[in-house]
């Protein structure tokens, strides 16, 4: 497998594996799409790591890197979006784009890289642990409109 950083053709594959993800994020046509992969392209700090086999994008993630003026100043990092091809998963390709994207955020000295999940599943749960996620460290609170 290989992993890198999605660019503007990847958006396409992308969308598509989201729809292993939430089918709803699928069910609008494509070029809603197109201005905001513009602007998450146009900003250093939020990256998008896939893992390919040939051709074809079997796992995602998204990293976003905060700026900030606490802890001597050292960026922190929101991991949001993992999502694996349902016909690849159990294979370690979820784990390998996890470890890219936080390889990245070391590189880019964040002192802390955090990830959140809805799912209750106990798998999902032991998946995130075994990719050296604690679930134990914060309680998250989310609001919504």
């Given at each position: 497998m290989e992993i890198r950083s999605l660019h503007k053709g990847d958006?396409?594959?992308?969308?598509?594996?989201?729809?292993?993800?939430h089918q709803e994020t699928c069910d609008r046509h494509f070029n809603i799409y197109d201005s905001i992969w513009d602007e998450i392209l146009s900003t250093n700090n939020i990256l998008y790591f896939g893992g390919f086999i040939g051709e074809l994008l079997v796992s995602s993630c998204h990293l976003v890197i905060v700026p900030n003026l606490?802890?001597?100043?050292?960026?922190?990092?929101?991991i949001e979006n993992v999502v694996t091809h349902s016909e690849y998963r159990n294979k370690g390709y979820g784990k390998?784009?996890?470890k890219a994207a936080t390889d990245h955020?070391?590189?880019?000295?964040?002192?802390?890289?955090?990830l959140m999940t809805g799912r209750k599943d106990e798998r999902v749960l032991a998946f995130y642990q075994s990719a050296g996620f604690s679930g134990n460290e914060k309680q998250a609170f989310i609001a919504k409109p």
């Open positions: 958006l396409h594959a992308l969308l598509s594996l989201y729809s292993h993800l606490t802890r001597n100043c050292h960026p922190y990092a929101f390998a784009v996890l955020a070391w590189k880019m000295d964040c002192y802390k890289v955090m």
